[in-house]
């Protein structure tokens, strides 16, 4: 074997040596990730029926729309909530970005046209969050959200 080869094969060693063991000249100037302190929430959650749709003239005076509205607040978790901990739970899971919460997996509900627009203000942390979306009913709401909009 030539010093050449030898020389390019002990340094390849080396590199990978410390590729593998973590070892880079900037190691010392890497933070430390430790656990983090758990975020602090404080949101309004509300469900409404979607204005204008599937009503009749002056229906509204006779059966007017009901909003259903509850307050969240996670680390600690609560508010008026029926599932605080579980709302938490999954809000936690996506950093409280509620767009990214998953659907509840092998849960289908009915073929009923009555759709709802869902809202959440307040924060996660220090950041607002104001989120809105239309589902086509209650239960898909409940479904498309891991169960947060469950009131």
């Known amino acids: 074997m030539h010093t050449t080869t030898l020389r390019r094969s002990l340094a390849l060693l080396a590199a990978t040596a410390c590729a593998v063991l973590g070892f880079s000249s900037g ?3 890497d933070p430390v990730i430790g656990p983090q302190p758990p975020v602090k929430a404080e949101l309004v ?3 409404a029926p979607s204005p204008g749709f599937g009503t009749y003239p002056g229906d509204d005076v006779v059966n007017p729309p009901r909003t259903r509205e ?3 607040t996670c680390n600690p978790d609560g508010g008026t909530h029926p599932s605080p ?3 938490c739970d999954s809000l936690r899971a996506v950093n409280g970005y509620f767009e990214r919460l998953p659907s ?7 073929a009923v046209v009555d759709p709802v627009d869902v809202t959440a203000t307040g924060t996660w942390g220090n950041r607002k969050v104001s989120y809105r979306e239309t589902f086509g009913n209650s239960c898909e709401a409940f479904v498309g959200t891991d169960g947060v909009f469950s009131f």
């Open 45 to 47: 959650l509300a469900i």
């Open 85 to 87: 901990k579980e709302a």
């Open 70 to 72: 509850v307050t969240l």
């Open 27 to 29: 190691a010392a100037a």
């Open 104 to 110: 509840i997996p092998g849960v289908y509900c009915p």
